[in-house]
């Protein structure tokens, strides 16, 4: 998966793109993870080869790193959702998958962290589906 990938925050005052290939893609279930996305997991492309080019809005960036461990989030400081960053001393990009715009061939590698797995998370398949907000 090598090219040019490009991706915005929710509001689109961030605009980016990543020119590489991810060499892994984690859905990570990690207690951090689900508080901070607010979900089950976190789904994260990940490159130590890759380049991270800001094409607008790096004055919204805020990175937030939690003490005392490895865990790390970009977001836009005007909607919150989470972009890209550089991670490890800038030795890893790290793309949240859901701020890509362009679509991705590469799927998940492996879960993460799946002892702290959210009890609900089992049989999702099982349930019912709708293509948009049902009526």
Same mark, same amino acid.
């Given at each position: 998966? #090598?090219?040019?990938?490009?991706? *915005?925050?929710?509001?689109?005052?961030? $605009? &980016?793109?990543?020119? =590489? !290939?991810?060499? @892994?893609?984690?859905?990570?279930?990690?207690?951090?993870?689900?508080?901070?996305?607010?979900?089950?997991?976190?789904?994260?492309?990940?490159?130590?080869? #890759?380049?991270?080019?800001?094409? *607008?809005?790096?004055?919204?960036?805020? $990175? &937030?790193?939690?003490? =005392? !461990?490895?865990? @790390?989030?970009?977001?836009?400081?005007?909607?919150?959702?989470?972009?890209?960053?550089?991670?490890?001393?800038?030795?890893?990009?790290?793309?949240?998958?859901?701020?890509?715009?362009?679509?991705?061939?590469?799927?998940?590698?492996?879960?993460?962290?799946?002892?702290?797995?959210?009890?609900?998370?089992?049989?999702?398949?099982?349930?019912?589906?709708?293509?948009?907000?049902?009526?």
């Amino acid at each position: 998966m #090598s090219g040019k990938y490009l991706g *915005s925050c929710l509001c689109g005052k961030i $605009k &980016f793109e990543v020119e =590489g !290939t991810f060499e @892994s893609f984690f859905l990570c279930h990690c207690k951090y993870c689900q508080k901070d996305t607010g979900s089950a997991h976190a789904a994260n492309l990940f490159s130590s080869t #890759s380049r991270l080019n800001w094409l *607008s809005g790096i004055e919204f960036v805020k $990175k &937030f790193n939690l003490p =005392g !461990t490895r865990h @790390s989030k970009s977001f836009c400081t005007n909607c919150g959702s989470a972009v890209a960053s550089n991670q490890s001393e800038g030795k890893l990009v790290v793309v949240p998958a859901g701020c890509l715009d362009v679509p991705i061939e590469v799927k998940p590698t492996a879960h993460l962290f799946v002892a702290s797995k959210a009890n609900w998370e089992d049989n999702l398949s099982d349930i019912q589906a709708f293509d948009r907000f049902p009526n």
